[in-house]
């Protein structure tokens, strides 16, 4: 299957500066939103990016999954517990979200690296 990972998100990286330089309050907005978000609170933040990787594979998002697999990467998440959190949402989505688990699972072997 061909998903190429550190492409697809420099090439979104670059699409997203784009929109900053257009909208530059609405963009600030977004990422200050995803920043309260995403900090420690009720759950540790490691917790909130697993969760975060389970909903990009139901969401069936190709941006979403290898940013959410770097976060996790980084808070110290393991492969086979990215992939186990993620089979949770095939459970939801059903066999064709398992396509996504794939992504996952291609995007961790390319990011440890």
């Not at 540790?44 to 990009?56: D, E, G």
């Not at 998002?61 to 517990?81: F, S």
């Not at 059903?94 to 440890?112: C, F, Q």
């Amino acid at each position: 299957m061909r998903y190429d990972v550190k492409n697809t998100l420099n090439e979104f990286n670059s699409l997203m500066n784009d929109i900053r330089k257009n909208i530059p309050e609405e963009y600030s907005a977004f990422i200050e939103q995803k920043a309260v978000l995403t900090k420690d609170g009720k759950l540790p933040s490691k917790q909130k990016w697993l969760i975060l990787l389970a909903v990009s594979v139901i969401a069936k998002c190709p941006i979403c999954i290898p940013k959410a697999v770097q976060h996790c990467l980084e808070a110290g998440w393991n492969k086979p517990e990215m992939l186990e959190a993620c089979m949770i949402s095939v459970l939801v989505g059903g066999s064709s979200t398992m396509t996504y688990v794939t992504l996952v699972d291609k995007a961790i072997d390319e990011l440890k690296k």
